[in-house]
Nanobody
Framework: VQLVESGGGLVEAGGSLRLSCVASGIILSINEMGWYRQAPGTQRELVAVVSSGGSTNYADSVKGRFTISRDNAKNTVYLQMNSLKPEDTAVYYC??????????WGQGTQVTVSS
């Protein structure tokens, strides 16, 4: 199983980025997929998750600004991030498989928001 994230970068506060996570070795449509982030000196935290049925859940800090979505045909999950804030700066990780007892992680992609 491999999860490969892309789309991170440097953006000014108020800007937008879209992260992508391409999955191989698992069938995206039957797996819960999520985005997590970890800033220096902090624990990894949940950002957003989408269930196999399509329901979504978000951290309070990103509600109304971030949107998680999935394209099962492309085996890809996305995180659209709008109105970015400096406190969103972190390494963002893709996660999958927890609804089946697995815990797959990507290598992470850096998001830096300048003030």
């Amino acid at each position: 199983v491999q999860l490969v994230e892309s789309g991170g970068g440097l953006v000014e506060a108020g800007g937008s980025l879209r992260l992508s996570c391409v999955a191989s070795g698992i069938i995206l449509s039957i797996n819960e997929m999520g985005w997590y982030r970890q800033a220096p000196g902090t624990q990894r935290e949940l950002v957003a998750v989408v269930s196999s049925g399509g329901s979504t859940n978000y951290a309070d800090s990103v509600k109304g600004r971030f949107t998680i979505s999935r394209d099962n045909a492309k085996n890809t999950v996305y995180l659209q991030m709008n109105s970015l804030k400096p406190e969103d700066t972190a390494v963002y990780y893709c996660n999958g498989g927890r609804n089946h007892g697995y815990d797959y992680w990507g290598q992470g992609t850096q998001v830096t928001v300048s003030s």
